[in-house]
């Protein structure tokens, strides 16, 4: 089974609710763990989906060219690492719309993904999807069926299926314990949970015939990156761990089959909303 190996391009700050005007401030080291990150998927031969924020990528454009170049594959994750829910419509596609237009001439490939920062298309954003398929956006990965302070959408479908005509959603992968679904795509879970239990948890996904959504950050691979003072949830989920991310993401990639997410939708059996 091919599952879906992505990776939320974003600096270590941007996903801290830092207002933007204050991002300049702060240490930029997105190549450091993009880096390790590039080298770790080369070693695999693993071809991954990069969700790229467009802000990262209009200073870090080398490396956007550099990623494309080493075979993977560039999905937008917006530009300004908004919640989309705190946004309108207007806003949000003129957000996404800017994003796409930056990244298409450092990729030379056409955007057709895109991810959520936060993962915050939820019930009351699902208006976003609408939106998506207007800026020419063909999948998304932004539904994440769990219930978070920040994110979740409680009682989404967990597999891969098209959302709206002509847009398919691949969202992020959970362990349905007692009809609870608990999350193990990536990020602080993966950090967090004991790497058996991930596993089990993947292999599920693949044992009933579905593809798993793996999620990571650059900085999770750079655990040098600076310590700010934080509320003890954020300062949990995101410093915790991070020394041992290099490690389970080498026994992951060893575990299981990866690709990028358009590599995993052209193997996918799903009933479209429509026929043509």
Known sequence: MLNAFTIDLEDWYQGLEIDRCHWEKYEHRIEIGTHRLLDLLDDAEVQATFFVLGYAAERSARLIREIASRGHEIATHGYSHQFVYNQTPQSFREDVKRSIDLLEPLSEMPIIGHRAPYFSITPKSAWALEVLRECGIEYDSSVFPVTNYRYGFPGARRDIHE????????????????????????????????????????QRINESGQAAMFYIHPWELDPGHPRLNLAGRIKLTHYCNLRKTAPKLRKLLQDFHFGTVSQVLSRANFEPLTKS
């Open 163 to 202: 959302i709206r005509p002509g847009l398919v959603e691949l969202p992020l992968s959970t362990y349905r314990i007692c009809r609870i679904n608990i999350p193990i795509a990536g990020g602080a879970y993966f950090r967090l949970f004991p790497y058996t239990f991930i596993r089990c948890g993947l």
